[in-house]
């Protein structure tokens, strides 16, 4: 008999279920891999070990490029636990613009990823896709975006930067390839400095095309609501990984003044299952992982990107679990504790 990993995950929900190891809530991944050599993939049981990985294999720059992250604001929360409450149906499934996701898990958009690895965004496509995630394409990559779209069997999204020049064939082009959602990137430049929302270029696109237009880089929610006034469908709370207050500190600011209109996701610094828990709980509908799936990008290619993924939706599923919330609609805001220290 064929099972799929929607039916595992519920098999894995009702072991999970009585398991005193998980109702003590354990951190996951306990042992270290080697930090001299490259170690299998297998061997690796949590997304921080990836980091360590790809650093064995890129250039110091490179490398410098998508490591670190703050997690400050994550480690002052705590998941309060629900026992005794039936988990057997352990479900992940996150709807979003009219798709089924199989977890709120998606790959963020990362640019020049052939730096990282021969096959670039082809390996990240496959990877994530072999993952049944959603991977956000860029309009910075050595593959089209019809070569990136096709070599998926999940939704692609593509992300491009309000001051492109090329925005509007872009988008186009990704459009008429596939892609089932446009990410317009605000309050930062295509070169990567800071720069004033443009927008009139969100509105342009939100006129020009017939898929979902989300605006990413949303830090407060004056700017939330300017993007639903120009059009946005959806909004991604960005920091675009500079300094300042991180994401998820203003995720519930933002989360409460859109009040539903329209999905509100978060990125920056997510390393592990719990942290997404904890970005569903404060406000998300789903989460962007951008640095972790480039580490197993770097390091195993399109394997590693799928491992990366994979561990992400078990260790949410056991968190799930363990707090008594085994459905994506039963997350709520009780669910984080916020610890001071």
Request: glycine share 12%.
């Amino acid at each position: 008999m064929k099972v799929d990993r929607r039916e595992s995950l519920r098999r894995f929900g009702k072991f999970l279920g009585g398991s005193p190891v998980v109702r003590a809530q354990g951190q996951p991944g306990g042992g270290a891999p080697p930090n001299d050599r490259l170690a299998p993939v297998l061997e690796l049981v949590n997304v921080p070990e990836f980091e360590a990985m790809a650093r064995l294999v890129l250039p110091p720059r490179r490398f410098d490029a998508i490591s670190g992250g703050h997690r400050r604001s994550f480690d002052k929360m705590t998941l309060r636990q629900r026992l005794m409450v039936y988990a057997m149906d352990l479900d992940l499934t996150t709807p979003l613009f009219g798709y089924d996701m199989f977890a709120p898990i998606i790959v963020g958009p990362v640019g020049d990823q052939d730096r990282l690895h021969p096959d670039g965004e082809l390996a990240t496509v496959r990877g994530a896709s072999a993952g049944k995630a959603v991977m956000v394409a860029t309009g910075r990559g050595g593959h089209t975006i019809g070569e990136v779209a096709a070599a998926s069997d999940e939704p692609v999204w593509y992300q491009q930067y309000s001051d492109a020049a090329t925005l509007a064939d872009d988008v186009a082009r990704a459009v008429e390839a596939g892609c089932r959602a446009v990410c317009v990137t605000v309050g930062v430049s295509e070169g990567g400095d800071p720069a004033p929302p443009d927008w009139t270029a969100v509105e342009r696109v939100s006129g020009a095309v017939d898929v979902p237009v989300i605006v990413k880089g949303i830090m407060d929610a004056a700017s939330a609501e300017t993007a639903l006034d120009r059009g946005a469908q959806g909004l991604v709370v960005s920091n675009h990984g500079v300094g300042g207050a991180l994401p998820v500190d203003v995720l519930p600011a933002v989360a409460d003044a859109v009040a539903g209109r329209v999905p509100v996701l978060v990125d920056g610094s997510f390393r592990r299952g719990t942290d997404v828990l904890k970005g569903l709980a404060l406000g998300a509908a789903a989460v962007m992982v951008a640095r972790p799936p480039m580490w197993g990008l770097a390091a195993y290619g399109a394997e590693g990107v799928q491992t990366v993924v994979e561990i992400l939706q078990t260790e949410l599923a056991r968190n799930m679990a363990a707090s008594g919330r085994p459905r994506i609609d039963m997350i709520d805001r009780e669910l984080v504790r916020f610890d001071r220290w």
